[in-house]
């Protein structure tokens, strides 16, 4: 690949030290930051937000704002809580700001509301240090609903757990009648033996969004407190649903997330100027990304679209970042 001369005159002035260097961003607010950064990316997301902007929203029918920008804004929803980063304030003005003075504005919010803005897709560290940490809140099914870890199931599951049991067990009655009468001169013992008799399933659970009712027995009068809980957790070990494995305490380490935001940032340098560009163009970043030894820049830049789509899993099928590809 043929590159420019060695102090090229640059054609514009470097990007914004904001789109390029994170390493103020402190570490609670790293996850929050890469979804952030990563939707700024994103075509599909940025013309999201130019609808919700539109003044002609707030005319709509509710099946007009649907079709308009409902459906997509639920695709978005689909990767949970924290869709919440970025998508918050969306239907706030990316020009004017919320006005908690006047009632009567379109744009007015209760005083007491969380501080969010209509800034995206203006960069992270953009943001007031008070909406950054409103948004680096990403929070969980336990903090919202509440769950919790044990209780009582509500009574219409007995009735559910009674109807599943009689179910089952007509199932297999009848399965067994059936093979009893292909196989009329064979005693029962020997039937069960050549395991030719279904049993009747004799969980008495439902399991419904993670969670099993069931019915359980407990033998207070027998075992303390302590007992019955290290027997619940016997019980839990040996029980737990392969489906629902156990969430991952520890998280991922905020080293793995910073690179990630490096690399979007060497990507972004990239989609602009050819290496040597980079150097009298934005020296300040070619020194910053050039002190680590054996930087592999092109290598680095070329895993992005990998955490793009990570982060954003509900995109387009062929959509690429922004900032893809970079300068040949």
């Known amino acids: 690949m043929r590159r420019n001369q060695k102090n090229p005159t640059p054609d514009s002035s470097c990007i914004d030290k904001r789109d390029w260097n994170f390493d103020t961003v402190p570490d609670e607010e790293l996850v929050a930051c890469c979804y952030w950064e990563y939707a700024r990316e994103s075509a ?25 920008c409902g459906n997509d804004i639920e695709r978005i929803q ?41 800034s995206f897709p203006r960069p992270w560290q953009s943001l007031s240090e008070q909406e950054r940490t409103e948004r680096s809140r990403i929070r969980s099914d336990t903090e919202t609903i509440p769950l919790v870890p044990f ?31 292909k196989n009329p001169d064979i005693p029962e013992t020997e039937l069960w033996g050549r395991h030719l008799f279904r049993s009747p399933d004799m969980r008495t659970s439902l399991y419904a969004t993670g969670a ?22 016997s019980w839990i070990r040996d029980n ?47 020194h910053h990304y050039s002190k680590a030894p054996n930087r592999r820049w092109r290598k680095e830049a070329s895993l992005v679209p990998l955490h793009f789509r990570e982060f954003l899993p509900f995109l387009p099928e062929n959509e690429l970042p922004r900032s893809w590809p970079p300068k040949a």
Request: aromatic share 14%.
């Open 44 to 68: 599909f997301i940025r013309d999201l937000k130019g609808r919700c902007d539109d003044r002609r929203t707030w005319e709509m029918t509710i099946g007009q704002l649907r079709d308009f």
């Open 78 to 118: 689909s990767i949970g809580y924290s869709a919440g980063v970025f998508l918050q304030g969306f239907f706030f003005s990316t020009e004017t700001q919320p006005s908690s003075v006047n009632p009567n504005a379109a744009n007015y919010r209760h005083p007491d509301a969380p501080v969010i803005t209509g």
């Open 151 to 181: 209780e009582r199931g509500p009574s219409v599951f007995a009735k559910w757990i009674a109807e599943y049991c009689d179910h089952q067990r007509e199932q297999a009655f009848d399965q067994q009648a059936r093979v009893k009468a």
């Open 212 to 233: 099993e009712v069931g019915v359980f027995r407990i033998n207070w009068a027998a075992f303390t407190n302590e007992q019955l809980r290290d027997g619940f957790y």
């Open 240 to 286: 737990r649903p392969r489906d629902f494995r156990a969430p991952d305490g520890r998280g991922k380490k905020t080293l793995s997330y910073r690179v990630k935001l490096e690399r979007l940032a060497i990507l972004r340098l990239l989609h602009r100027f050819t290496l040597d560009e980079l150097q009298s163009a934005c020296p300040e970043a070619w």
